[in-house]
């Protein structure tokens, strides 16, 4: 085999690979797709059908019974408000840790990331009674601090691994140019790392809407967002399966269709970390 | 610019007075949560009639998964945060409930006709003689088979039958070539998944889940006789994989062909003969849970009801919400709007004395039997301590049944034997009693 062929051979080999782990990571959101367009004994029958005739019935149920908008709203309010202040935190977190590390900043670090170690529900008894004292519960305001609080280790560490690449000489080169710290970081530093910000916001905001602990926990309809709808189609007595996945569908459209959008950003932000 | 700020402050100020007003006859607003099955969706559905009726109150739903129920109720009773002023409970919580002082009484004055309300599933609800939720819908267990298959394999089924004679039909009846299986049950850990099943059936054996001084009971023969019974009969005409089956898995099996009898919820009746859902609809007969050594709490009984939380702001409004979902009148009502086949059963004596009920629901009289013949004050052939059918209604039951359920499951599944899963299962329930100072 000559080199050629052997490299050709390998790409056919990686690609073969990727394409089966993509089927893979996507069947259940295609099977959750279709299960979607089926009538609920369909969607139940063993061996299940592939072809059928699709029925929109499910998504007229789903539309009579949940307010969409309602829902759909609470989670853009929550996803990106929270994503918004915890950038607003771990810019200039991640800035004075990159740049100007102390002794004990490694410790810090991981004393963030050890706070993603502790199962939620170890705290959800203080969390209730607080937001209760507070009047928080059921309000988006409750959502956005324990989103922001959730997420800000993940971003604080994420910005922190792309700013610490940063050339440092750039930044000298600024303060010799008279840059003020303030300037430094949205002058300098922002700019040059508009890609990792962004894909970390995305990933932020994925997190936030998929989110479902808190958000059955901690509000009831007002502030309710769409992983709280979905919960609502499972039933303890009857077949559901069919109206689960529209409204499972329904949930997902908004931020599958936005990653689509920002798939740049994100594989960008995914592969950082090089040297600009 | 002056005429500008003349005029800003002209729209604030009568914006804020309309507000004012607006908010001075405002609707009380009531929020309601509930689990997601089909009566309770119809009644969502007829919410704008009890607006009508009562101009002052709206209402709003809050629709959760039953285990997301469970748990966001209990946080918001014990916490008294007020979150929900009418709340979907079962049998299990309200007595419970109602002794902490965590529900209100139901308002049963009036033209409410509590008497109505059949007397198992109203003491079910109550606690020392007070009701604190209205049921909103009842029901027991009964067997519901495939006349066609039974027929054919040359057996009969009747109320009542031994608990051998099932196993014989089942066998009889049993043909996995083509996809047709003897029986199917719940096998699904749980102490309202399997547990439900497993107490009644243990319950037909002879067995308690505590003795008079509440000590567990399950290490006794006549729970080995019961699990051995099950665990045998499911693995060799029960449908594979039954270890993770419950309600709706069986419903799904049944209402596809794929089981001769399925010994379930009472509730189950009208989803296997709607031809909308079940393939069989036409081929389903029905009968009384079987027996082995005692007919006594060999059927359940559960009533998914309407319960108000003490911390509630607007208990009027709540009171006249609840009475007005379990009301005769919303009977009617349904029957009127959706068909009587379609009207919340298990409740009320005239419900099933109606003859237009009996007409479209042709599972009233076994219905009706099998929840009149389950008594939660006596369920056990031996005394024991406790109320409740298939549970015993103390806090520490969900955890100790639950493991329990876990046990007997891993046994049905094969990883462990029997007398070992009851003997674990034993030692749990007997630390978790001691710790809560039972003895």
Not at chain 1, 151 to 176: G, H, Q, T
Not at chain 2, 27 to 35: M, R, Y
Not at chain 2, 117 to 136: C, D, E, Q, V
Request: contains cysteine.
């Amino acid at each position: 085999m000559t080199l050629n062929q052997q490299r050709k051979l390998k790409t056919i080999l990686t690609g073969l690979f990727a394409w089966t782990v993509a089927l893979v990571l996507f069947f259940p959101i295609f099977w959750m797709f279709i299960t979607s367009f089926k009538t609920e004994l369909q969607a139940i029958s063993v061996p299940p059908s592939l072809f059928f005739e699709p029925t929109l019935d499910n998504f007229r149920i789903v539309q009579e019974r949940s307010d969409y908008i309602h829902h759909a709203w609470n989670s853009v309010v929550t996803s990106f408000g929270s994503t918004i202040i915890a950038l607003v935190i771990a810019i200039p977190a991640a800035y004075s840790m990159a740049f100007f590390p102390g002794k004990r900043t490694k410790d810090i670090l991981l004393w963030m990331l050890s706070t993603k170690m502790l199962p939620a529900v170890g705290v959800l008894v203080p969390i209730y009674i607080l937001c209760r004292d507070y009047g928080l519960l059921d309000s988006k305001t409750a959502l956005v601090i324990i989103f922001t609080l959730m997420n800000l280790p993940i971003i604080v560490w994420m910005l922190f691994s792309y700013f610490k690449d940063l050339p440092k000489e750039i930044l000298e080169a600024a303060r010799m140019d008279g840059a003020t710290p303030w300037d430094e970081v949205v002058k300098v530093v922002l700019p040059l790392s508009v890609g990792a910000i962004s894909s970390t916001a995305l990933l932020s905001i994925v997190l936030c809407w998929n989110e479902a602990f808190w958000s059955l926990n901690l509000t009831a309809s007002d502030a309710a967002p769409l992983t709280a709808m979905i919960a609502s189609y499972s039933s303890p007595e009857g077949l559901f399966w069919a109206k689960l996945s529209a409204a499972s569908t329904l949930a997902c459209a908004p931020i599958v269709i936005f990653g689509w959008f920002c798939q740049k950003q994100l594989v960008q932000g995914l592969t950082f970390g090089a040297v600009k | 610019m002056k005429r500008l700020t003349k005029n800003t402050l002209t729209y604030a100020v009568s914006i804020t007075a309309a507000m004012t007003a607006a908010s001075a006859f405002s609707a009380t607003q009531i929020t309601v949560a509930t689990v997601n099955n089909g009566h309770m969706i119809e009644m969502q559905k007829l919410t704008p009639e009890f607006e009508k009726a009562n101009p002052g109150i709206k209402v709003k739903w809050v629709t959760l998964e039953e285990g997301v129920l469970r748990q966001n109720v209990t946080q918001d009773i014990a916490n008294k945060s007020g979150l929900y002023d009418v709340m979907t409970i079962g049998m299990y919580e309200a007595p419970i409930w109602g002794e902490r002082g965590w529900l209100q009484a139901v308002d049963t004055s009036g033209s409410y006709d509590a008497k109505d309300i059949l007397p198992s599933i109203r003491g079910g609800l109550s606690y020392k003689g007070t009701m604190y939720a209205a049921p909103f819908y009842g029901e027991s267990s009964m067997v519901m088979y495939r006349k066609d298959l039974v027929k054919a394999a040359g057996m009969e089924i009747n109320d009542r039958d031994s608990w051998e004679h099932i196993r014989d039909v089942a066998a009889a009846v049993n043909n996995p070539e083509k996809g047709i299986y003897g029986i199917c049950l719940r096998g699904k850990a749980g102490w309202g998944d399997n547990m439900a099943f497993m107490t009644a059936m243990a319950n037909s054996f002879g067995a308690r889940w505590f003795d008079e001084n509440w000590k567990p009971q399950l290490e006794t023969a006549e729970w080995k006789n019961a699990v051995n019974f099950y665990v045998d009969l499911l693995n060799k005409y029960g449908p594979p994989g039954a270890s993770s089956n419950s309600f709706n898995e069986n419903l799904a099996l049944f209402n596809e062909g794929k089981c001769g009898m399925w010994i379930d919820a009472t509730i189950a009746a009208s989803f296997v003969t709607d031809p909308k859902q079940s393939k069989v609809a036409d081929k389903v007969g029905f009968a009384q849970s079987p027996y082995a050594v005692t007919e006594k709490g060999a059927n359940w009984l559960w009533s998914w009801a309407l319960g108000i939380p003490a911390a509630t702001k607007n208990a009027d409004a709540a009171q006249k919400f609840v009475r007005w979902a379990t009301s005769k009148e919303y009977i009617q009502l349904v029957g009127e709007k959706n068909g009587w086949a379609a009207v919340p059963t298990g409740t009320r004596a005239s419900t099933y004395a109606n003859p237009e009920f009996q007409k479209a629901a042709v599972f009233a009289d076994a219905e009706l039997k099998a929840i009149n013949s389950a008594d939660p004050t006596d369920s056990t052939l031996k005394p024991s301590p406790y109320v409740g059918v298939q549970f015993a209604a103390i806090p520490e039951f969900q955890a100790i049944g639950t493991t329990t359920g876990q046990m007997i499951s891993g046994a049905l599944s094969g990883s462990m034997t029997v007398d070992q899963a009851l003997k674990s299962a034993n030692t749990s329930a007997d630390r978790q009693m001691r710790q809560a100072g039972y003895y």
